[in-house]
């Protein structure tokens, strides 16, 4: 391996390591790993059927198998190069075989196959969110700027979880009767005699690769289990980022004279 300059890279050394037959080629991964593949049956007397697995530095990676390959599916005896490889970037790697009748670790195969090589996913949006905090704060549950917006809704509300946020995400408007209720947003059907607790919340328009759901409970403990449920009256934009939802309990304060909200994300 060289450098940008055409130099020797020194921190490659696969020593004095040889395969016993013919190398094709070789492909990369995003971790800098190396899938040589070709006729050989060995490298540096290690089984390898046709491929193998370097670390960067060269040396040879044992945890990818790869002692059984290609061979004639009617005679596992007789072994096929491997032709051809290229690197799957959701993860893993495909083969191809020097011959159709190709079968793979002894399944039948048509001379092409696929072998996971434990690529790490590219990491969510969130993780990259959480990535600058320290490593014991960046939980989706963790507030590491005590603000009571956890590091889950502070990615969802594009916040920054390391700067103390005042905004009130849900704000309670009061009671109001049910007959005015029925005047402001028509077919609520509520009895007029009743009051209900009404509230707004701030919500994000874009959830990204989260889920976000406004809870109550009567007690403290019993979010999302109390059996009182938010009922969705208006929405108004506030920006291109949000919007304000207004709701109101699904039951009268007669009932449900005391009730407590939350915003709860998860993924």
């Known amino acids: 391996r060289l450098n940008a300059d055409g130099s020797k890279d020194t921190s490659y050394d696969p020593g004095n390591t040889q395969y016993e037959d013919d190398v094709y080629g070789m492909v990369t991964d995003s971790q800098g790993r190396i899938y040589v593949y070709g006729e050989f049956r060995s490298y540096g007397g290690v089984l390898a059927n046709g491929y193998i697995r370097l670390n960067p530095d060269g040396s040879h990676d044992p945890t990818f198998y790869s002692e059984e390959g290609f061979s004639n599916t009617f005679v596992s005896s007789n072994k096929h190069p491997i032709a051809h490889a290229a690197i799957d970037p959701a993860g893993g790697i495909y083969y191809i075989s020097s011959e159709t009748n190709s079968g793979f670790q002894q399944s039948r195969r048509t001379g092409l196959v696929r072998v996971f090589t434990d690529v790490e996913a ?34 969802l509300y594009n916040f920054d979880p390391a700067v103390t946020n005042a905004i009130e995400l849900v704000q309670e408007l009061g009671s109001q009767a049910g007959s005015a209720l029925n005047t ?25 690769d989260a889920s976000l759901t406004l809870e109550v409970a009567t007690n403290l403990q019993n979010f999302g289990t109390s059996g009182l449920t938010p009922v969705l009256l208006d929405t108004q934009a506030i920006d291109a980022t949000s919007e304000r939802r207004t709701y109101r309990l699904s039951q009268p304060l007669s009932t449900a004279p005391s009730a407590f909200l939350q915003l709860s994300a998860s993924r």
Do not use: C, H
């Open 122 to 155: 590219p990491s969510s949006g969130f993780d990259t969110f959480v990535s600058s905090l320290p490593a014991n704060e960046q939980g989706e549950n963790d507030d590491p700027d005590r603000d009571n917006i956890p590091n889950l809704l502070e990615y």
């Open 184 to 208: 402001t947003y028509p077919g609520q059907g509520l009895d007029p005699a009743e009051s209900y607790a009404t509230f707004e919340v701030i919500w994000p328009l874009d959830l990204k």
